[in-house]
Nanobody, 126 residues
Framework: VQLQASGGGLVQAGGSLRLSCVAS????????MGWFRQAPGAEREIVAG????????YYADSAKGRFTISRDNARNTVYLQMHSLKPEDTAVYYC????????????????????WGKGTQVTVSS
C-alpha cells in the first residue's frame, strides 16, 4: 500500500491543523493506522493510532486531549485533527499502516509498521 500524507503547514501556537493520509489499494479497511512524528535531532515517536475497525484508539500523552485520530474507510483516509498546537509539536508527521489484526493497537504501533508515507511538515510558531 502507498500512503500520502498532507495537511501540514505553519501555524501559530494555539492553532489547529488537520492532517490527512490517503492510502492506495482496496484493502485499507484491514489496516491498522498510525501517526508518528519526528522533530529535528529527535527520535521518531508515536502520536496516535487507530485499529483497522476503528474501535480502538491510542494517543501518546502529548496528544491526549488535543489530537483526534479518525478514519474514513470509504475514502481510504486516516485523519489527525490537532488543536491547541504548541511549538513542541513541530515535527515531520508520518502516517503508517500495518496488517497485524491480532495485536492491540499500542503493540502494533510499537512493533514496527509495515508501510510508511513520506511525511508532512508541521511547524508551530510561538
Amino acid at each position: 500500500v502507498q500512503l500520502q500524507a498532507s495537511g501540514g503547514g505553519l501555524v501559530q501556537a494555539g492553532g489547529s491543523l488537520r492532517l490527512s493520509c490517503v492510502a492506495s489499494g482496496r484493502t485499507f479497511s484491514s489496516y491498522n493506522m498510525g501517526w508518528f512524528r519526528q522533530a529535528p535531532g529527535a527520535e521518531r515517536e508515536i502520536v496516535a493510532g487507530i485499529s483497522w475497525r476503528g474501535g480502538s484508539r491510542y494517543y501518546a500523552d502529548s496528544a491526549k486531549g488535543r489530537f483526534t485520530i479518525s478514519r474514513d474507510n470509504a475514502r481510504n483516509t486516516v485523519y489527525l485533527q490537532m488543536h491547541s498546537l504548541k511549538p513542541e509539536d513541530t515535527a515531520v508527521y508520518y502516517c503508517a499502516a500495518d496488517r497485524d489484526l491480532s495485536s492491540n493497537i499500542l503493540n502494533i504501533l510499537r512493533g514496527g509498521m509495515d508501510y510508511w508515507g513520506k511525511g508532512t511538515q508541521v511547524t508551530v510558531s510561538s
